[in-house]
C-alpha cells in the first residue's frame, strides 16, 4: 500500500526518539507494524505512548486492516461454568510458514445466559450469519441479532430488526454506512435493507426469493454482492440497491463464488467429487468466462484417511499466498490441497464445524456502534 499523504506528520505523531532504532518511523509503522496480527499490534501498543500514538490512527488502521488475510471461518460451541453456553470464533490460517499451534486460534468466546422455561433450563447459542470487514453479524437461536468485532471486543444488539433473519452486510459505496440485506419468513417474496446505527426501520426493496440467497455467503466483490445459484448468478447492486441475473460458466449445485486478485472466480467440484474446475470472469459486460484449469483432488487419499465421502461435508476455494488453495472439510478432518492436487496438509480440529464465510479482522472503531442499545465494549457476552 502506498505511504498515507504526509508522512512527516506519523513520523511526528510517534514523537523524537525513533520507534525502532536504526529505522525511520516510515519505514517501522509502515512496513513493519502494519503487518501485525491485531493481537499482537495490541500488545505493542504498551510499549510506549508513542507506539500508541502510531498505530491507533484512523488512516493507520484502515491500512493495517486491507494487509490482514481474510481467512475461512470455522466455530464451536462449549458448555461453560454457570449453565450457559459459548461460541468461539475461529478462522483457520492457512497461509504458508504459520506455525501447526497458531493455525486454529480462536479470536473470540461470546456465551449466552441460561433461560428458564415452565420445564427445564435451556441455553440458547450463537449462530454465524454474516461476516464483512471484520464485523460479524449472529444471531442467538436465529432470533435476536446482533453484531460485534472480535478484534475490538465490540458488541451490541439490534433491536430494530428483530424477527428479520439477516441474509448479508456490506458498506454502502458512497457512505460507507454498514448496512444489512434481510428478510422474515412470513413475507417470501421480499428483501428488506437495515442500515446499522441509523435509528430507522428496514426498508421494503422487493424481490428476490430470500431462499434462494440463504443457502451459502454472498461474495461482495467491486461494489455488487454475488451469489451462485444453480445454473446462473444473482448480483445485488449495493449502489443501486436492485438486484439481476447474468450468466454462470456451468450449471452446478456445487460452486462457489471467490475473489481472484482483481477478478471474479468460480469453483466447481464435478458430480464424480474428484475434480474442481476453476473459471474466471473475462469480460463483464459481455458475461464472458474463461477456463483456467482443473485442480484434481487426491480423493482416494482424503476418504482413506477421514473415512468417509466427499460428499459429506464442503469443498472451499480461497486465495493463498499468490496462487489458489483448496479446503476440503470432510468428517471432522480439514485438508490442504494446492492447485496440483497435491495434499499439502491435513488437520484434525476436533469439535469445529466449518463455515462458508470468511473473517478479515480490524481494529478500526466503528461509530455505529455508539448508537446501538446495549452497546458494549470488552464485557459480556464475550468472555
Not at 499468490?322 to 491435513?346: H, R, T
Request: aromatic residues 10%; proline residues 7%.
Amino acid at each position: 500500500l502506498p505511504l498515507p499523504a504526509g508522512p512527516a506528520t506519523m513520523a511526528d505523531a510517534a514523537g523524537a526518539t525513533p520507534l525502532l532504532p536504526g529505522l525511520p518511523d516510515e519505514i517501522a509503522i509502515w512496513e513493519i507494524l502494519v503487518r501485525l496480527p491485531p493481537k499482537s499490534l495490541l500488545r505493542s501498543r504498551a510499549i510506549s505512548p508513542a507506539w500508541r500514538r502510531a498505530t491507533s490512527t484512523r488512516g493507520f488502521l484502515l491500512s493495517h486492516h486491507a494487509r490482514q488475510p481474510a481467512l475461512p471461518l470455522q466455530y464451536t460451541h462449549s458448555n461453560v461454568a454457570d449453565g450457559g453456553e459459548s461460541l468461539d470464533v475461529v478462522p483457520f490460517n492457512h497461509r504458508a510458514g504459520v506455525a501447526a499451534a497458531d493455525r486454529f486460534q480462536c479470536v473470540a468466546r461470546l456465551k449466552t445466559a441460561p433461560v428458564l422455561t415452565s420445564s427445564c433450563v435451556r441455553a440458547p447459542r450463537f449462530y454465524l450469519e454474516a461476516s464483512c470487514d471484520g464485523l460479524l453479524v449472529l444471531s442467538i437461536e436465529f432470533d435476536d441479532i446482533c453484531i460485534c468485532n472480535p478484534a475490538t471486543r465490540q458488541y451490541a444488539a439490534l433491536q430494530q430488526v428483530r424477527g428479520f433473519r439477516p441474509v448479508e452486510l456490506y458498506p454502502h459505496p458512497s457512505t460507507g454506512d454498514y448496512q444489512l440485506l434481510l428478510y422474515q419468513d412470513e413475507d417470501q417474496g421480499a428483501i428488506y435493507i437495515f442500515t446499522v446505527g441509523s435509528g430507522q426501520p428496514p426498508r421494503h426493496i422487493g424481490c428476490p426469493d430470500p431462499n434462494e440467497l440463504e443457502d451459502c455467503p454472498g461474495l461482495l466483490f467491486h461494489g455488487s454482492l454475488y451469489w451462485y445459484i444453480g445454473n446462473r448468478i444473482m448480483v445485488f447492486d449495493t449502489t443501486a440497491e436492485s438486484f439481476r441475473q447474468i450468466r454462470a460458466p456451468v450449471a452446478s449445485d456445487h460452486a462457489r463464488l471467490f475473489e481472484m486478485g482483481d477478478m471474479l472466480g468460480v469453483s466447481s467440484l464435478n458430480d464424480e467429487e474428484t475434480a474442481i474446475d476453476i473459471w474466471v470472469m473475462r469480460d463483464y459486460q459481455g458475461e464472458v468466462w474463461d477456463f483456467k484449469r482443473r485442480i484434481d483432488l487426491p480423493a482416494a487419499e482424503i476418504r482413506h484417511q477421514c473415512q468417509c465421502s466427499l460428499s459429506e461435508e464442503d469443498v472451499m476455494v480461497v486465495p493463498g499466498d499468490g496462487e489458489l488453495v483448496v479446503l476440503v472439510g470432510c468428517n471432522g478432518w480439514l485438508f490442504q490441497v494446492d492447485v496440483n492436487g497435491k495434499l499439502i496438509a491435513s488437520f484434525q480440529p476436533r469439535g469445529l464445524n466449518y463455515t462458508l464465510h470468511v473473517l478479515k479482522q480490524t481494529l478500526v472503531q466503528h461509530t455505529f456502534f455508539l448508537a446501538l442499545e446495549g452497546y458494549v465494549v470488552n464485557a459480556s457476552p464475550f468472555i
